[in-house]
């Protein structure tokens, strides 16, 4: 079955630490991959997208993104977090034509 | 509009009676979605709709949800009988279609409802 997993539920970082959270895809075809913040009482904001081409994305905010066909993973990355970024981080997958399956989301925590 | 409206912000309802969430998309998007999201959960699709017509209702869970496109472009999701467990986010989100590089989806802030 298809599906999309975010194997962390809730993650705590320090103001100025790298973060990276994970996202991995069950899919027969490869698929368009996202990732989207949600700010908390706030809709979802797209940060970047993958579709083809160069498997290292940018996006805003100074969120990057690669994805690796081998090992059917879209992880996000950003070199320093700041107390702004606390949120939560959705990956979403979407074959052509189809809807998006959203993962369950990954809390981010940041510490001053 | 800018982006994608959905309203009221905000909704309480006593346990049965009936209610209209309201989404207006980006102009010129012609796909729309409906999502649910539980407190500390993912987003649970619903319905999709290109155009008026809606070919993937499947996620609707049950018989007192249901939703309509008029003219393209507002949507509105009524869900029927409330329950106590129906309190939740709806999210309404738009794209310029399905295809390659159009299936980007906009959201709104979302309907936050409690049914009491």
């Known amino acids: 079955a298809q599906s999309v997993t975010q194997p962390d539920i809730h993650i705590t970082v320090s103001e100025g630490a790298s973060l990276e959270l994970r996202c991995n895809y069950s899919?027969?075809?490869?698929?368009?991959l996202f990732w989207y913040v949600q700010s908390p009482g706030q809709g979802l904001q797209l940060l970047l997208k993958?579709?083809?081409?160069?498997?290292l994305v940018q996006g805003i905010k100074g969120f990057e993104a690669e994805f690796k066909r081998s090992q059917s993973s879209f992880n996000l990355r950003k070199p320093s977090v700041h107390w702004s970024d606390a949120a939560e981080y959705f990956c979403?997958?979407?074959?052509?034509?189809?809807?998006?399956?959203f993962g369950p989301g990954t809390r981010l925590s940041v510490l001053p | 509009g800018a982006g994608v409206s959905q309203s009221p912000s905000n909704k309480v309802t006593e346990k049965g009676k009936d209610v209209e969430l309201r989404c207006d998309p980006i102009?010129?998007?012609?796909?729309l979605y409906w999502y649910r999201q539980s407190l500390g959960q993912g987003l649970e699709f619903l319905i999709y709709?290109?155009?008026?017509?809606?070919?993937?209702k499947s996620g609707l869970p049950s018989d007192r949800f249901s939703a309509e496109r008029t003219g393209g472009s507002v949507s509105t999701l009524t869900i029927q009988r409330t329950q106590q467990e129906d309190s939740a986010v709806y999210l309404c989100?738009?794209?310029?279609?399905?295809?390659?590089?159009?299936?980007?989806?906009?959201f709104g802030a979302g309907t936050r409802l409690s049914v009491l």
């Open positions: 709709f290109q155009g008026n017509s809606a070919p993937d």
């Open positions: 993958y579709f083809s081409g160069d498997t």
């Open positions: 989100a738009s794209s310029l279609g399905t295809g390659l590089a159009k299936n980007i989806q906009y």
């Open positions: 899919y027969g075809a490869t698929p368009y």
């Open positions: 102009s010129g998007h012609t796909a």
């Open positions: 979403a997958v979407a074959l052509y034509g189809q809807n998006f399956v």
